[in-house]
């Protein structure tokens, strides 16, 4: 079976470093089942392919197999798909090979740890009865682009059909120890016959490589059935553990961050002044339909429910308790059918790609940004401009250059606590217009509250609208 993984983002030749393996050598490891090779087809500064070839021992396979193989006869021990298909073993061979780049750990180059990269993964054949849609469900949600190719029984019996086997290939923008991650658990995901017995550390492993991102996977529960082998007491554990990221006491810290934040920004009306400004961009534009990524409390879908231009209104956002907030902040069960029917709360994150994104004339994404791990910005990226597309972006985040005007803010901190960054208006300018560049959209920027002539204004715009050239 072969992973190859590519990268054209320069230098290229940095993979041979995350993944601690020389460009140049061909490197051989022994593990349980078989050998591991590891070699470049190609590395330059513009490109560099690293592949892992695993070659399976059929006869080791079974001597070293633990846990019980059903009732299949002792001849399908020996004859299988295992040595020719992606599935646990080579999960484990991942996991083993190239366990410096998962740990996000680069001696030499440790800066290019958490730095997007443009990858592309291809595994030759994955089995997955489930078909082209069960892989798409897995990893479409990541922002991957998903390539596919099914291939036949047999070329020479075309009236046989399809086989149960597929080529997948994955390319994203994102750091390599993710890419690894998702392959690390989701491969055996589509494979129903691990070749090792799945215990108690199962679970753990399942936490610790889906962290950051399965919490919030649409397929999450049936993930961890397929993972834990359907063995529903560690499956239940798994995803009890999950969901805890929802506790009570999580969303009470989070209000607290929202309050304190409040109480710096109140003595101007900064809130309202950004809500009035995103209001008078979307009346200028004339939209009709608008969804609020980042909703929380639902104050700004509140304050469009006013708009009656408005027909579509929708809030979006990763926190049930939020929701459930903005669901009694907006009475919705008080409202008319008619008002009723212009607003929708839904459960969901800004960086995974999400088909109930898509349709509407423009999305909102007001003070959310700053809070997203930087290495997660190039999948909110895809979700929000590539794949749900609106005709309008209308983005606000903090000017960090403004944070010497409060007075209750101690130097060199942050708004916010939860704020993983803040940006000067020359670097969310200069990260806008790549954007709008990449995607083909214009940008244009607005200042909001109060500007002072040295640091600007508190809060910076984006305003981002679908080029002329890229609808033509």
């Not at 798909?81 to 180059?109: E, H, N, W």
């Not at 408005?310 to 809030?315: H, K, Q, T």
């Amino acid at each position: 079976m072969l992973l190859t993984i590519s990268t054209t983002t320069p230098p290229a030749t940095d993979l041979g470093y995350l993944l601690h393996k020389h460009p140049a050598k061909r490197q051989t490891f022994e593990l349980a089942f078989g050998c591991a090779h590891v070699f470049y087809p190609d590395a330059s500064d513009e490109r560099t392919t690293a592949a892992l070839l695993l070659d399976i021992d059929p006869v080791g396979m079974v001597r070293n197999r633990r846990g019980p193989r059903g009732d299949r006869g002792v001849l399908d021990q020996y004859v299988n798909d295992r040595p020719y298909v992606a599935s646990s073993f080579l999960s484990v061979a991942i996991a083993q090979t190239f366990s410096t780049a998962m740990g996000g750990r680069c001696k030499d180059k440790p800066e290019a740890v958490d730095r997007p990269l443009a990858l592309e993964a291809r595994v030759a054949v994955v089995p997955c009865r489930g078909g082209e849609a069960t892989l798409r469900r897995l990893f479409e949600p990541l922002a991957y682009d998903v390539e596919i190719v099914r291939h036949p029984l047999d070329e020479r019996f075309p009236d046989w059909g399809d086989s149960p086997y597929f080529t997948l290939t994955l390319r994203a923008t994102r750091p390599l120890r993710e890419l690894l991650a998702h392959l690390y658990v989701l491969l055996p995901v589509l494979d129903n016959d691990k070749h090792y017995w799945v215990g108690d550390d199962e679970v753990e492993k399942l936490l610790r490589f889906g962290e950051g991102w399965l919490a919030n996977h649409p397929e999450k529960e049936e993930i961890s059935r397929r993972y834990l082998k359907w063995q529903k007491g560690l499956a239940r554990r798994a995803i009890d553990q999950l969901t805890m990221e929802e506790s009570p006491d999580v969303d009470a810290v989070a209000e607290a961050d929202e309050q304190a934040e409040e109480a710096i920004e109140r003595p101007i009306s900064l809130n309202e002044q950004r809500h009035g400004a995103v209001l008078s961009v979307l009346d200028s534009a004339r939209v009709t339909s608008v969804i609020d990524l980042g909703c929380a409390e639902g104050r700004l879908v509140r304050a469009m429910m006013k708009n009656k231009s408005l027909e579509r209104i929708v809030g979006l956002d990763v926190s049930h308790a939020a929701l459930q907030k903005a669901a009694d902040r907006l009475r919705l069960e008080r409202m008319s059918p008619t008002q009723r029917s212009r607003i929708e709360l839904m459960h969901g994150s800004l960086t995974y790609r999400d088909d109930r994104l898509k349709g509407f004339d423009a999305a909102t994404v007001i003070e959310v940004i700053e809070h997203l791990d930087p290495p997660r910005l190039a999948a909110f990226e895809r979700v929000l401009f590539e794949f749900a597309r609106p005709s309008m972006v209308v983005v606000t985040t903090p000017n960090a250059e403004y944070n010497v005007k409060w007075e209750t803010l101690p130097a060199g901190s942050m708004r916010h606590h939860d704020h993983r960054f803040e940006w000067t208006r020359s670097e969310f300018q200069a990260w806008a217009k790549e954007v709008a560049e990449r995607f083909g959209y214009e940008a244009r920027f607005l200042a909001i509250g109060p500007e002072d002539a040295a640091v600007g204004a508190p809060t910076q715009m984006g305003l981002f609208e679908v080029s002329s050239e890229s609808t033509a």
